[in-house]
């Protein structure tokens, strides 16, 4: 190969190790607010949980690492409405309650904050 043609190659390699680094190392934002429809946005203390259940995929295994994601797929109906806030947030605060340990809420106004 004439070195032309394995310098891109190179270079491409290179930036994909960045991005895969970079992928790697982010554990997106401290604090989200999640859009919750008529009772409210929810605030979703997101590096607390990662300190706490220390899996990812316990909640990334249904929506991936994106701002934003949980809504897109709502919107492509691969999500139902509630369905995050049902079968993951509540249920695991419920469950966690009933073993007795250090838990999340699970009344709508604990969640959910009026404007
Ligand atoms: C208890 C659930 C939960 C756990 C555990 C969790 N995340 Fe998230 N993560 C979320 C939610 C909810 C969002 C926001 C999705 C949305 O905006 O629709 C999110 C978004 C993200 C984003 C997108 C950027 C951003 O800040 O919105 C990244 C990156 C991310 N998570 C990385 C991680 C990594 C890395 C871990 C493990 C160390 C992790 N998450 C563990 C719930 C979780
Ligand atoms: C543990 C936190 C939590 C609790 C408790 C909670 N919610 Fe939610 N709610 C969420 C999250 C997160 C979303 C967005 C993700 C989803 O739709 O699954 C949401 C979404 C919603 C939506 C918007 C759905 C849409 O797409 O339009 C409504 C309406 C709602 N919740 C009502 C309620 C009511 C009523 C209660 C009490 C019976 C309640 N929530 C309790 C976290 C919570
Ligand atoms: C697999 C279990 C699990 C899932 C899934 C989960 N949580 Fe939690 N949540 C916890 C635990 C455990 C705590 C207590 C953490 C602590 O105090 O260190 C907590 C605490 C909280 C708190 C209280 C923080 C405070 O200031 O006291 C909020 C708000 C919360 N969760 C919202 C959510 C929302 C919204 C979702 C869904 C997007 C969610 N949680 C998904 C386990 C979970």
Do not use: W
């Not at 930036?15 to 982010?26: E, N, T, Y």
């Not at 607010?33 to 249904?62: I, M, W």
């Not at 934003?68 to 139902?80: D, F, H, N, T, V």
């Amino acid at each position: 190969m004439k070195f032309r043609t394995v310098l891109p190659v190179v270079i491409g390699i290179l930036m994909f190790a960045v991005v895969m680094a970079m992928a790697a190392g982010d554990k997106g934002a401290e604090n989200i607010s999640l859009y919750g429809g008529k009772s409210g946005e929810v605030p979703f203390p997101h590096q607390r949980h990662q300190a706490t259940l220390g899996d990812c995929n316990t909640c990334h295994e249904l929506f991936p690492q994106e701002a934003g994601s949980i809504e897109r797929l709502k919107a492509a109906k691969e999500l139902k409405k509630k369905q995050v806030m049902n079968k993951h947030c509540i249920r695991c605060h419920r469950a966690m309650k009933r073993e007795g340990t250090r838990s999340g809420p699970t009344s709508c106004k604990e969640c959910h904050v009026k404007k």
